[in-house]
């Protein structure tokens, strides 16, 4: 079992800033790739990052690539997400997984993961 805890989200302006972080423990940390994904009132959780277990790929939305970072400390068995110009589109509940290695489901799927935080809520105002 893997058990994460996202925290950092709240309340911003459109073209701040925030960073989420997300706190793994139970099995090793660094032998799971993780991902971001967000889900607003009414739609689907939709994909927004991935990192592999070893930081050396990573994958984003369209909709966020060039704005926000994805990063992992396997020390701290932490992953990031870094938003910058954050826009009120971005506004959900944002969630943190953790996909096994064993998984062959699209790690742009929510079923590409196999542990998921409860979730922490970004409002960004216009």
């Known amino acids: 079992q893997v058990q994460l805890v996202e925290s950092g989200g709240g309340l911003v302006q459109a073209g701040g800033s925030l960073r989420l972080s997300c706190a793994a423990s139970?099995?090793?940390?660094?032998?799971?790739?993780m991902g971001w994904f967000r889900q607003a009132p009414g739609k689907e959780r939709e994909f927004v990052a991935a990192?592999?277990?070893?930081?050396?790929?990573?994958d984003y939305a369209d909709s966020v690539k060039g704005r926000f970072t994805i990063s992992r400390d396997n020390a701290k068995n932490t992953v990031y997400l870094q938003m910058n110009s954050l826009k009120p589109d971005d506004t959900a509940v944002y969630y943190c997984?953790?996909?096994?290695?064993?998984?062959?489901?699209?790690?742009?799927?929510?079923?590409?993961?196999?542990?998921w935080g409860q979730g922490t809520q970004v409002t960004v105002s216009s």
């Open positions: 139970g099995r090793t940390f660094s032998s799971y790739a």
């Open positions: 990192i592999s277990w070893s930081n050396s790929n990573t």
């Open positions: 997984a953790a996909r096994h290695y064993t998984n062959s489901h699209s790690a742009r799927s929510t079923s590409g993961y196999d542990y």
